[in-house]
T-cell receptor, first 112, second 113 residues
Framework: GENVEQHPSTLSVQEGDSAVIKCTYS??????FPWYKQELGKGPQLIID?????GEKKDQRIAVTLNKTAKHFSLHITETQPEDSAVYFC???????????FGAGTRLFVKA | DSGVTQTPKHLITATGQRVTLRCSPR?????VYWYQQSLDQGLQFLIQ???????AKGNILERFSAQQFPDLHSELNLSSLELGDSALYFC????????????FGPGTRLTVT
């Protein structure tokens, strides 16, 4: 079945460093890849997304890259700040049934 | 505030019981999604409705059912509850069938004792 693997499960960085989270999806028919940030006690919130016809997208300190051949996409956060501390989820939307499959999440800690 | 409302915020019930969770999507959104988030786990997609019709199904148990009403609000019904059903249940909405941002509600925390 459809599956999205996300690594690492936990990531600890020093303030100002970069953080990279990687995801791999199984269904080559998927073509929309959003990233969500979930803060404690809240619902997830979209931070950036990418579609299959684009290889890279950037929004200020956040960037996402997509390699369709490898079925691999990554989130890059530069100049991390303590407020970036949260759980980050990648997801893939499958054209076959409009299912949104989420990765298991990465808990990011940014140390001041 | 995402514009998606969920009620109740907390729910405590006993095994074997039945509960109904309610979701009101953002104004104008036609799609409603339901997700289950267990402790320290990711988001499990349950089901999606678009303009009143079921459009996608995930790993939703047969004891669970959902519907979307003409006013576009949605309800998730959980029956014959088990301890393992204790989780956060999120509702999300979007304008399209799934190709755009999903706006998540604050969630309903269900505790089955």
């Amino acid at each position: 079945g459809e599956n999205v693997e996300q690594h690492p499960s936990t990531l600890s960085v020093q303030e100002g460093d970069s953080a990279v989270i990687k995801c791999t999806y199984s269904d080559s028919a998927s073509n929309y890849f959003p990233w969500y940030k979930q803060e404690l006690g809240k619902g997830p919130q979209l931070i950036i997304d990418i579609r299959s016809n684009v290889g890279e997208k950037k929004d200020q300190r956040i960037a996402v890259t997509l390699n369709k051949t490898a079925k691999h996409f990554s989130l890059h956060i530069t100049e991390t700040q303590p407020e970036d501390s949260a759980v980050y989820f990648c997801a893939a939307v499958y054209t076959g049934g409009f299912k949104t499959i989420f990765g298991a999440g990465t808990r990011l800690f940014v140390k001041a | 505030d995402s514009g998606v409302t969920q009620t109740p915020k907390h729910l405590i019930t006993a095994t074997g019981q039945r509960v109904t969770l309610r979701c009101s999507p953002r104004s104008g959104d036609l799609s409603v999604y339901w997700y289950q988030q267990s402790l320290d786990q990711g988001l499990q997609f349950l089901i999606q409705y678009y303009n009143g019709e079921e459009r996608a199904k995930g790993n939703i148990l047969e004891r669970f059912s959902a519907q979307q009403f003409p006013d576009l609000h949605s309800e998730l019904n959980l029956s014959s509850l088990e301890l393992g059903d204790s989780a956060l249940y999120f509702c999300a909405s979007s304008t399209s069938l799934g190709w755009d941002e999903q706006y998540f509600g604050p969630g309903t925390r269900l505790t089955v004792t």
